[in-house]
């Protein structure tokens, strides 16, 4: 398994600021994901992150709004951008141990935007 | 692209007793993975069962364990003997295979409540 902690568990924003989510991993993982949990919703995926490679973001999400960095094997970090009230939620990374898409899934970050 | 149903929102069962959850899947693949996660208040994501879609045979985990269907593109997940610690959202969620480069496509979730 894999010990994943998150920076910060919540916070509360005011709008058109940003904030920055930082997931750092135990052990060496070659992806990590990004995934947004609006309130009562499901799991949604912002973005894939590679080390050493440009995100790729799913459909919906864009680097401006949501960029992303992967600056070693264990740590990545997810900015939202000029804040609305329509970013508020749960936003989750999690990592892949690569062998069997198994995912382990990081405390999460609860964000309100005011 | 691949989509993922659950088609009970909430689903309540006596403790001690047998539930089963549904998930229905879309997938023009046929090489893939299956899970199911479950998510308690504290929101923190849990690994409860994984099936890799070529094997036949229905995984277990111990009070856990899975009908899957792939002709039918149905995963559903049972659970024996119902404990509190069961109440959560359950997700079932979906992955193409290979060596773990796709992220997860998630079901709307089933909301289970377990009564003592």
């Known amino acids: 398994s894999a010990v994943i902690s998150q920076k910060p568990s919540r916070d509360i924003c005011q709008r058109g600021t940003s904030l920055t989510i930082q997931c750092q991993v135990d052990?060496?993982?070659?992806?990590m994901f990004w995934y947004r949990q609006q309130p009562g919703q499901s799991l949604t995926l912002i973005a894939t992150?590679?080390?050493?490679?440009?995100?790729?973001?799913e459909s919906g999400f864009v680097i401006d709004k949501f960029p992303i960095s992967r600056p070693n094997l264990t740590f990545s970090t997810l900015t939202v951008s000029n804040m609305s009230p329509e970013d508020s939620s749960i936003y989750l990374c999690?990592?892949?141990?690569?062998?069997?898409?198994?995912?382990?899934f990081g405390p999460g970050t609860r964000l309100t935007v005011l | 692209a691949q989509t993922v149903t659950q088609s009970q929102p909430e689903m309540s069962v006596q403790e001690a007793e047998t539930v089963t959850l549904s998930c229905t899947y879309d997938?023009?693949?046929?090489?893939?993975?299956l899970f199911w996660y479950k998510q308690p208040p504290s929101r923190q994501m849990i690994l409860v069962i994984r099936?890799?879609?070529?094997?036949?045979q229905n995984a277990t985990e111990n009070r856990f364990s899975v009908n899957f269907q792939k002709a039918a593109k149905s995963f559903s997940l049972k659970i024996s003997d119902s404990q509190l610690g069961d109440a959560a959202m359950y997700f079932c969620?979906?992955?193409?295979?290979?060596?773990?480069?796709?992220?997860?496509?998630f079901g709307k979730g089933t909301h289970l409540i377990i009564q003592p």
């Open positions: 997938t023009s693949e046929s090489d893939y993975y």
């Open positions: 052990s060496q993982v070659t992806m």
């Open positions: 969620a979906y992955s193409l295979a290979g060596g773990g480069a796709d992220g997860l496509t």
């Open positions: 099936q890799e879609a070529y094997k036949q």
């Open positions: 992150a590679n080390q050493g490679s440009e995100a790729t973001y």
């Open positions: 999690s990592v892949d141990r690569g062998w069997d898409n198994e995912q382990f």
